[in-house]
Nanobody, 123 residues
Framework: QVQLVESGGGLVQAGGSLRLSCAAS????????MGWFRQAPGKEREFVAA????????SYADSVKGRFTISRDNAKNTVYLQMNSLKPEDTAVYYC????????????????WGQGTQVTVSS
């Protein structure tokens, strides 16, 4: 059983930056592909970014490409999401997830989920 705990969310003005962290425990972290998803009020959960266990490959949603960067530190059992040039439409609860399907964009293919962290971008 893997436990995931996100942190780093908050309120930021448009154009600003935030760095989300997701600390994992209870498993061999490098065995898992990791993903970030987000869910805005009244909307479905959507894919943001994913990274393979060995950090060989990364994938991004078109809406965040060039602004967000996913990374991981397997020695610290942590995955990060650096978010730059934030826009009001990035406002959502951000979730990290762990699974076995490398770079999947589908939430159903992730096995473990964190509780989420709120990101609010003001205009």
């Amino acid at each position: 059983q893997v436990q995931l705990v996100e942190s780093g969310g908050g309120l930021v003005q448009a154009g600003g930056s935030l760095r989300l962290s997701c600390a994992a425990s209870g498993g061999t972290f490098s065995n898992y592909a990791m993903g970030w998803f987000r869910q805005a009020p009244g909307k479905e959960r959507e894919f943001v970014a994913a990274i393979t266990g060995s950090d060989s490959y990364r994938s991004y949603a078109d809406s965040v490409k060039g602004r967000f960067t996913i990374s991981r530190d397997n020695a610290k059992n942590t995955v990060y999401l650096q978010m730059n040039s934030l826009k009001p439409e990035d406002t959502a609860v951000y979730y990290c997830a762990a699974g076995y399907s490398a770079l999947s964009h589908y939430a159903a293919e992730y096995v473990y989920w964190g509780q989420g962290t709120q990101v609010t971008v003001s205009s």
